[in-house]
C-alpha cells in the first residue's frame, strides 16, 4: 500500500499570508495525486487533480505542484474560508489518503 | 448539476450486514465511476470500491472479502453492502463520482470529483 504523509500536522496561520503544504509519498506516484478540502461537517471537496490541475470553479489562489513522491499545496493569499483540513490522495495504485493538513488561525 | 444522497440505517448490530445507497441526480449512472468511501477518526478516509460500466466492480484489497457494490440503472442509484461489521467499521460513509481517462493501461480515474453528504453508521449492540 502507498502510504501518504503529510506535514505539518496543523498549520497556524493568518488571512493574507502564504500557505504551503506538503504531502510525500512512499513510493513514486508520478503525478497521480489530488488534493481535498473539508470543513466540518462537510464532504472533502476536490481542488487539485494530476498534481497540478485545479478543478473546476477552485479560485487561482489554490495552486499544486510535484512529481514522484513529493507534492506541495500551495494558497497563496489566505482567505477566512480557506482555514479547513486538507487531505492529498494518490491513484497510482489503488487509492489512499493521507492524514490530512489542519490549517488553522494563528 | 450532480448530486449524491446516501441513505440507510444509521445503527447496525454487530455480525450483521451494512447497506447504503447512494441516489444520483444530474447525470447517468450508466457513465463514470461510482465509490464508496469511509471516514473514521481511527483509520482517516479509507477507500472501500467503486463500481462502473454499470456493473464492473473493484473492491479495496483489505475490504475485498467483506464488501458488495451493485448499481440500479433504472432507478440511478447504486448501493454498499459491508458483511459481518464490528466496531472498527463505525465511520461516515460517503459515495462519490469519479470522472474517468484512457491511458495505455485502459480507463482510471483521476480522483473523487463529486461527493455525498456523507451518512453516520454506528456498530453497536
Known amino acids: 500500500e502507498i502510504v501518504l504523509t503529510q506535514s505539518p500536522a496543523t498549520l497556524s496561520m493568518s488571512p493574507g499570508e502564504r500557505a504551503t503544504l506538503s504531502c510525500r509519498a512512499s513510493q513514486s506516484v508520478s503525478t497521480h495525486l489530488a488534493w481535498y478540502q473539508q470543513k466540518p461537517g462537510q464532504a472533502p471537496r476536490l481542488l487539485i487533480y494530476?498534481?497540478?490541475n485545479r478543478s473546476p470553479g477552485i479560485p487561482a489562489r489554490f495552486s499544486g505542484s510535484g512529481s514522484g513522491t513529493d507534492f506541495t499545496l500551495t494558497i497563496s493569499s489566505l482567505e477566512p474560508e480557506d482555514f479547513a483540513v486538507y487531505y492529498c490522495q494518490q491513484s497510482s495504485i489503488w487509492y489512499t489518503f493521507g492524514q490530512g493538513t489542519k490549517l488553522d488561525f494563528k | 448539476q450532480v448530486q449524491l444522497q446516501e441513505s440507510g440505517p444509521g445503527l447496525v448490530k454487530p455480525s450483521e450486514t451494512l447497506s447504503l445507497t447512494c441516489s444520483v441526480s444530474?447525470?447517468?449512472?450508466?457513465?463514470?465511476?461510482w465509490n464508496w468511501i469511509r471516514q473514521s477518526p481511527g483509520k482517516g478516509l479509507e477507500w472501500i470500491g467503486h463500481?462502473?460500466?454499470?456493473?464492473?466492480?473493484k473492491y479495496s484489497p483489505s475490504l475485498k472479502s467483506r464488501v458488495t457494490i451493485s448499481v440500479d440503472t433504472s432507478k440511478n442509484h447504486f448501493s454498499l453492502g459491508l458483511s459481518t461489521v464490528t466496531a472498527a467499521d463505525t465511520a461516515i460513509y460517503y459515495c462519490a463520482m469519479s470522472l474517468y481517462y484512457y491511458d495505455s493501461g485502459g480507463p482510471r480515474i483521476r480522483a473523487f470529483d463529486y461527493w455525498g453528504l456523507g451518512t453516520l453508521v454506528t456498530v453497536s449492540s
Open positions: 494530476d498534481a497540478s
Open positions: 444530474g447525470v447517468s449512472i450508466k457513465n463514470y465511476y
Open positions: 463500481i462502473y460500466n454499470s456493473g464492473s466492480t
